[in-house]
């Protein structure tokens, strides 16, 4: 994980970022993009590339994955967009586009899963050119090579599925500059952040008292807060700086390593049905996602032999999920099992062994 002491130690004497901005070098220069910002969340990204947007979108009329978390919806609300959906297949989450749906639009939400980009490009080249504008979600794709869509008018997303920062919004404009100016961050939030990383210090350490209770206490506090304010917020310093001076070559080799190891080593099944059975070129994957018929199940047996799972996301409630019938099967089954950069090839031998052990339990 990062040590955030050290980026602390190296600030500038001034206490000013030299970071904050469009900062050349390494991701920035990846996102690509004529006006780059860092905000305090995802959602503040996305939601101020639509305030930008809005200033000549009179339509107003978005359309999303069903397949989605609360996150992204919440900022198209907030700007009072009409919100429709589109389904995705539950092989390789490919989303089910309408063309005809072309001319109702004015922006269409576009994102990959999980580091993989299944999406239909011809699709999104047919919006761009009917005057749709496209608003890329990035926070699954940014470090895979073909993550960063050329034919999106906007790239927004966090960091924070990848790195342990306060704040990891990124909202980048492809041509011209935007002209709202950020908010400063919300100090509360920043520092419930830093109070969480702390915890999980002191968790990780053994001193006494600390829990992952309380971690994951101060975590929903601090999250659903957010939930709340969110607004056109700018990142704190410290995190610009984190994502300025991120590894992301390292990351992206090293992420590639431990989901082709455990792809070559792990006996899949019935309960551990990969999402992703093919490791593209270029891609970057941010979890190990898997299919179970019964996922309560699995879960509770990964998390007694050791191996702590997600799933993401619980449905958002923003449409009638029976008429989405892909993206409701993956609501169902879908969970992840990292494969960061924090795990060795030890790390990854244990988890292939405690699959192992589930696939030949009865």
């Keep these: 994980m990062f040590c955030l002491e050290k980026y602390q130690s190296s600030k500038p004497s001034n206490g000013k970022s030299p970071f904050v901005g469009r900062a050349p070098g390494g991701l920035v220069d990846k996102l690509g993009g004529e006006d780059l910002r860092f905000c305090m969340s995802g959602r503040c990204a996305i939601y101020y590339c639509l305030r ?4 000549h979108d009179t339509k107003r009329v978005a359309y999303l994955p069903a397949y989605t978390c609360e ?8 700007a009072g967009y009409e919100l429709l959906f589109y389904d995705v297949s539950p092989e390789n989450l490919v989303p089910c586009f309408d063309r005809e749906l072309i001319p109702r639009i004015s922006v269409l939400a576009l994102c990959g899963y999980y580091g993989f980009s299944s999406y239909n490009r011809e699709f999104v080249a047919l919006c761009a050119e009917a005057g749709v504008a496209v608003l890329q979600d990035i926070t699954h794709s940014v470090f895979s090579t073909d993550g960063i869509d050329c034919l999106a008018d906007y790239h927004a997303g966090s960091l924070r599925k990848w790195m342990g920062i306060p704040s990891g919004g990124i909202a980048v404009k492809r041509q011209g500059k935007f002209n709202l100016p950020l908010l400063p961050p919300e100090e509360a939030h920043i520092q419930g952040r830093l109070a ?9 350490k053994g001193e006494p008292g600390a829990s992952e209770e309380r971690v994951n206490g ?3 506090e601090t999250e659903l807060r957010l939930r709340r304010i969110f607004d056109v917020y700018e ?3 410290l995190s ?9 070559e390292d990351i992206f080799q090293k992420r590639r390593e431990n989901y082709r190891y455990v792809l070559s080593e792990a006996p899949f099944g019935p309960a551990l049905i990969p999402v992703f059975p093919e490791l593209g070129e270029g891609v970057c994957p941010s979890h190990l996602s898997l299919y179970s018929p019964d996922r309560d199940a699995t879960q509770k047996k990964l998390a007694d032999l050791g191996v702590k799972s997600t799933f993401y996301w619980p449905f958002h409630g923003e449409t009638t999920l029976s008429d989405f019938p892909g993206a409701s099967y993956v609501y169902d089954h879908i969970y992840s099992l990292p494969v960061d950069q924090r795990y060795s090839r030890e790390a990854m031998g244990f988890l292939c062994g405690a699959l192992r052990k589930l696939g030949n339990s009865p």
Excluded: G, N
Aim: hydrophobic share 40%.
């Design 52 to 55: 930008d947007l809005m200033r």
């Design 71 to 78: 996150t992204v919806i919440a900022p198209y609300k907030k």
């Design 196 to 204: 969480c990383f702390s915890e999980q210090e002191r968790v990780v």
């Design 218 to 220: 101060i975590f929903w």
């Design 235 to 237: 990142s704190d310093e």
């Design 240 to 248: 610009a700086e984190l994502i300025c001076h991120c590894p992301w």
